[in-house]
Nanobody, 119 residues
Framework: QVQVVESGGGLVQPGGSLSLSCAAS????????MGWYRQAPGKQRELVAA??????????DYADSVKGRFTISRDNAKNTVYLQMNNLKPEDTAVYYC??????????WGQGTQVTVSS
């Protein structure tokens, strides 16, 4: 049974930091790509950051709106992906979803974790 468990959301003031983590278990194949989407009220879900396993290193992609503020990383041994979010802005407020892509099976998704940036 596959489980994708997110943690680390919460309430933070503008300019503050939060760290999200997402741990996957029960996946039978190598994880090719892991990442985070977010969805704010009344808006479409958008890709925040993703990290892809390469031959010798991992490759990270970021939405333009978070470049220079967010950092994605992964621990392949633990099937875990992290998102360090710095200098948070009110427009970063959203539910953040983790996803797992093995390229073999349909993507797996976490349940979502709320991030609220407000003074």
């Amino acid at each position: 049974q596959v489980q994708v468990v997110e943690s680390g959301g919460g309430l933070v003031q503008p300019g503050g930091s939060l760290s999200l983590s997402c741990a996957a278990s029960g996946i039978m194949f190598d994880i090719y790509r892991m990442g985070w989407y977010r969805q704010a009220p009344g808006k479409q879900r958008e890709l925040v950051a993703a990290i892809t396993s390469g031959d010798s290193r991992n490759y990270a992609d970021y939405a333009d709106s978070v470049k220079g503020r967010f950092t994605i990383s992964r621990d392949n041994a633990k099937n875990t992906v992290y998102l360090q979010m710095n200098n948070l802005k009110p427009e970063d407020t959203a539910v953040y979803y983790c996803y797992i892509d093995t390229r073999v099976e349909p993507e797996y998704w976490g349940q979502g974790t709320q991030v609220t940036v407000s003074s």
